[in-house]
């Protein structure tokens, strides 16, 4: 499913953010990338969700080495993943179940309007949002901005989920429903490779744990230290 | 639906840099569909002139009225042309006005005026040598001229003026192609978030360039349609300024024909596609 070997990654004119990563994951897996602010774990994910390439090594994800794949592979690998970038990223001038709805529509083949409607819908409800359902992006604050980056990634059943620091700007009450479809979505087959900062998650959510530190990344079978 | 909402952003954050360049592009449309109907009627008119072949028929000095219109009529049904008859009288009064001097002196020639002043008879028509040769085989007919090459250095000016037309135009389309490309650079700006998305989202790459397709697309629809407004309204004004500048000018024509919307149409609904199609996506 996931498969990095010896990942590096170098910005301009500075020590390596990541050094020969090693990492495998099969479908269904759950993985939290933990680290302090800088480790590295952004860049992590952003190679995981092809926005950016490695310096070094190989990454492959469905068996594809992204690498040596064409565009046009790549296009289909990528309406495999479901991606939450830290800087979430919605349209101003779209209304809430547009900036949804449109990750659906670009998967590659036609859903029925009313499949593609009540998808929708599912998510807005289950993350509060269906109040706000014609409201455009630019109303939104940071936290239901990035409940709608959530609901954009989950709403097409992706293969691979990647999320960085979602629940960053939420309350309680909603960290624990974007975790909620989160983990269904794991339940669901879907593997999920998050990052996040915050421990109560990490407690309460009992999964596999990676430590990133100074560019390293360890794997913590059995329980996460962080 | 969420494409239309995206593809207008340049008109709702930038409003006055988008009327301005709509304003260059119908300008130049304009100037386009001006230099075209001119090439266009430049080459009609020349095709005409050039097909303009005055035949003359010099008739003996002794042939009698009858034996005119015998001709005449032997022309009209064997050539298929209309003849015209200059009399002597006619051809002295010319002369009069052209070579008062010349014509003088004819006429103090009293009787030996018949012999020296030919009649003849003219045609507009562009004969075949064969037909040439018939005509002086007939009765009553002393010789035949052509007028071929009349009009030679006429011609040679209005294709002259024709290329120059070509050159201006070849020179408008450029400066539109150039325009709407630098249209579409800033576009791409507009829709940098969202190209982004649609590609991290696996969109294939015509999808990357769809709103800057509706948006430039669009632009040159509505310009064409605001040109071909313009031009129907001012076309005709064109034409009667274009005609009084020279009586060679007279006949030629700047009507809309399917040509003209054809060009209209292509070049601006045409150059707006290719300019968003060729430009890369992911440029901004």
């Known amino acids: 499913m996931i498969r990095l070997q010896g990942v590096s990654k170098r910005y301009v004119q500075s020590p390596p953010v990541l050094d020969r990563v090693e990492l495998e994951l099969k479908q269904g897996d759950f993985l939290y990338v933990v680290g302090d602010s800088g480790a590295g774990k952004s860049s992590l994910l952003r190679i995981l969700a092809t926005e950016e390439g490695p310096t070094l090594g190989e990454v492959s994800l469905f068996g594809f080495d992204l690498q040596k794949s064409s565009q046009s592979r790549l296009s289909s690998v990528r309406r495999q993943i479901g991606y939450v970038p830290q800087n979430v990223r919605i349209f101003p001038d779209l209304t809430v179940f547009e900036n949804v709805a449109v990750s659906l529509d670009l998967m590659g083949r036609r859903i029925p309007a009313a499949e593609r409607e009540s998808r929708v819908q599912y998510f807005l409800e289950r993350l509060g949002l269906h109040r706000k359902r014609d409201h455009l992006g630019v109303t939104l604050s940071g936290g239901e901005a990035q409940r709608v980056a959530v609901a954009r990634a989950l709403v097409r059943n992706p293969q691979l989920l990647i999320a960085d620091e979602p629940t960053g700007a939420q309350d309680r009450e909603f960290t624990w429903a974007l975790m909620e479809q989160i983990v269904l979505a794991n339940k669901n087959g879907a593997t999920v490779v998050l990052a996040t900062h915050d421990r109560e998650i990490v407690r309460k959510v009992r999964k596999r744990c990676a430590l990133l530190e100074a560019g390293k990344l360890e794997i913590e079978e059995d329980s996460c230290t962080f | ?284």
């Open chain 2, 1 to 284: 639906m969420y494409l239309l909402k995206v593809a207008f952003r340049p008109w709702r954050r930038a409003w006055l840099s988008q009327f301005l360049g709509l304003l260059a592009f119908v300008f130049l449309l304009v100037t386009g569909v001006f230099l075209y109907s001119l090439h266009q009627g430049l080459s009609d008119l020349a095709r005409q002139i050039d097909a303009k072949e005055v035949i003359t028929v010099f008739l003996h000095p002794g042939t009698t009225a009858e034996a005119e219109e015998g001709l005449v009529d032997t022309i009209r049904t064997q050539v298929g042309a209309a003849p015209e008859i200059h009399s002597q009288e006619e051809f002295l009064q010319k002369m009069k006005a052209q070579d008062p001097r010349l014509s003088e002196e004819l006429t103090a020639l009293g009787g030996e005026l018949k012999n020296l002043v030919p009649k003849f008879l003219t045609f507009e028509q562009s004969l075949p040598v064969a037909e040439m040769d018939r005509l002086k085989q007939m009765p009553s007919v002393d010789a035949v001229e052509r007028s071929s090459h009349r009009f030679t250095n006429t011609v040679a000016a209005l294709r002259a003026f024709r290329v120059l037309c070509l050159v201006l135009l070849g020179g408008v389309l450029t400066t539109l192609f150039v325009l709407t490309f630098q249209m579409v650079k800033v576009h791409q700006v507009f829709y940098q978030d969202f190209v982004q998305f649609l590609s991290q989202w696996g969109s294939r790459s015509w999808r990357l360039k769809s709103p800057m397709f509706v948006s430039v697309t669009s632009a040159g629809l509505l310009c064409s349609v605001v040109a071909a407004g313009i031009w129907l309204a001012i076309g005709p004004h064109v034409q009667s300024r274009i005609r009084n500048l020279s009586p060679a000018m007279g006949e030629i024509g700047f009507e809309m024909h399917s040509q003209q919307w054809l060009f209209l149409f292509g070049a601006g609904v045409g150059i707006a596609m290719a300019a968003s199609l060729l430009s890369r996506a992911r440029d901004a």
